[in-house]
């Protein structure tokens, strides 16, 4: 009995290995090009806790190399913003925190406390997805608009760059880390609205709040209950983004330590820039 071969248009559903271009073929013909292939290779099995090792004796390295009088010059700085100093070093260190296997577990715990325990109520999750927007652009705007009006142009001007510039380094952090957000890499969470995009270290609300307490806070005439409301405030905007599953508490942590850290950085560009106006005058 003859048979007859039937030739079917459907795809093959085997992964079959993809040709290698052309131009690539003949990069790894050539004996540099191969060789910058193999090392650009090993450095992509670089582990984090590696990365970390290098880049520390490095800095180790060119630390060394400096003259005394740049120490000098940097501990009078030191000095002068403290402050700024030790905020910028609990960020790395809630940063190099991730490497921790533990502080995973930890993080997953409290934030389940946040997210799952307890009543979840409809009314109560409007209120939070209400109260999470505190940290977005649109009281940003407001708040320009009172440091406009109420303070300086020029203050509200840098409030409203320095915001960008906040953003743009949150995302650059976010791109950089990777970390994934508690409705990836957790079972049972529950995420209250659109599930965010983009990756979870660090929020970018809760900086966003602490980053416009700090700084309004610095031009407000208010009192010490003053400063503990707004603070709260921008607690509850942290607060939030783990009630809606969206952050980690070390995402929230690290961007509300980025945010006040932020917010006098712009206090102190602030203060450079009025003196230069009023030595023009």
Same mark, same amino acid.
């Not at 050539?30 to 992509?44: E, H, S």
């Given at each position: 009995?003859?048979?007859?071969?039937?030739?079917?248009?459907?795809?093959?559903?085997?992964?079959?290995?993809?040709?290698?271009?052309?131009?690539?073929?003949?990069?790894?013909?050539?004996?540099?090009?191969?060789?910058?292939?193999?090392?650009? #290779?090993?450095?992509? &099995?670089?582990?984090?806790? #590696?990365?970390?090792?290098?880049?520390?004796?490095?800095?180790?390295?060119?630390?060394?190399?400096?003259?005394? !009088?740049?120490?000098?010059? =940097?501990? !009078?700085?030191?000095?002068?913003?403290?402050?700024?100093?030790? =905020?910028? /070093?609990?960020?790395?260190?809630?940063?190099?925190? =991730?490497?921790?296997?533990?502080? #995973?577990?930890?993080?997953?715990?409290?934030? &389940?406390?946040?997210?799952?325990?307890?009543?979840?109520?409809?009314?109560?999750?409007? $209120?939070?997805?209400?109260? +999470?927007?505190?940290?977005?652009?649109?009281? +940003?705007?407001?708040?320009?608009?009172?440091?406009?009006? &109420?303070?300086?142009?020029?203050?509200?001007?840098?409030?409203?760059?320095?915001?960008?510039?906040?953003?743009?380094?949150?995302?650059?952090?976010?791109?950089?880390?990777?970390?994934?957000?508690?409705?990836?890499?957790?079972?049972?969470?529950?995420?209250?609205?659109?599930?965010?995009?983009?990756?979870?270290?660090?929020?970018?609300? +809760?900086?966003?709040?602490?980053?416009?307490?700090?700084?309004?806070?610095?031009? /407000?005439?208010?009192?010490?209950?003053?400063?503990? $409301? $707004?603070?709260?405030?921008?607690?509850?905007?942290?607060?939030?983004?783990?009630?809606?599953?969206?952050?980690?508490?070390?995402?929230?942590?690290?961007?509300?330590?980025?945010? $006040?850290?932020?917010?006098?950085?712009?206090?102190?560009?602030? +203060?450079?820039?009025?003196?230069?106006?009023?030595?023009?005058?």
């Amino acid at each position: 009995m003859n048979t007859i071969g039937i030739t079917s248009n459907q795809p093959n559903n085997s992964r079959s290995p993809k040709p290698m271009p052309e131009l690539l073929l003949k990069l790894k013909e050539n004996n540099q090009c191969a060789f910058c292939y193999k090392v650009l #290779q090993k450095i992509r &099995r670089i582990r984090p806790v #590696q990365w970390v090792l290098i880049i520390s004796a490095a800095l180790l390295g060119f630390a060394s190399l400096l003259p005394q !009088s740049f120490w000098l010059g =940097l501990r !009078s700085m030191a000095a002068e913003h403290i402050t700024e100093l030790v =905020l910028l /070093m609990l960020f790395g260190a809630i940063t190099l925190s =991730l490497l921790w296997a533990s502080g #995973q577990k930890i993080d997953a715990a409290v934030f &389940r406390f946040f997210n799952t325990r307890g009543t979840r109520t409809p009314w109560l999750d409007n $209120i939070m997805r209400t109260l +999470t927007e505190l940290g977005n652009g649109f009281v +940003t705007g407001l708040v320009a608009v009172y440091l406009y009006a &109420r303070v300086s142009p020029h203050v509200s001007y840098v409030f409203v760059l320095s915001s960008l510039l906040l953003w743009l380094l949150v995302e650059a952090i976010k791109a950089i880390l990777r970390r994934e957000r508690p409705f990836t890499g957790l079972k049972d969470v529950r995420v209250v609205g659109q599930r965010a995009r983009g990756k979870s270290f660090p929020s970018g609300h +809760t900086s966003q709040a602490f980053y416009t307490a700090t700084l309004l806070l610095a031009y /407000m005439d208010g009192n010490v209950i003053a400063h503990i $409301i $707004i603070y709260a405030i921008a607690l509850v905007v942290g607060i939030t983004r783990m009630y809606l599953g969206m952050h980690y508490p070390r995402d929230v942590i690290a961007g509300a330590t980025l945010g $006040i850290f932020w917010g006098c950085i712009g206090i102190i560009v602030n +203060t450079h820039i009025a003196e230069s106006f009023l030595k023009a005058m």
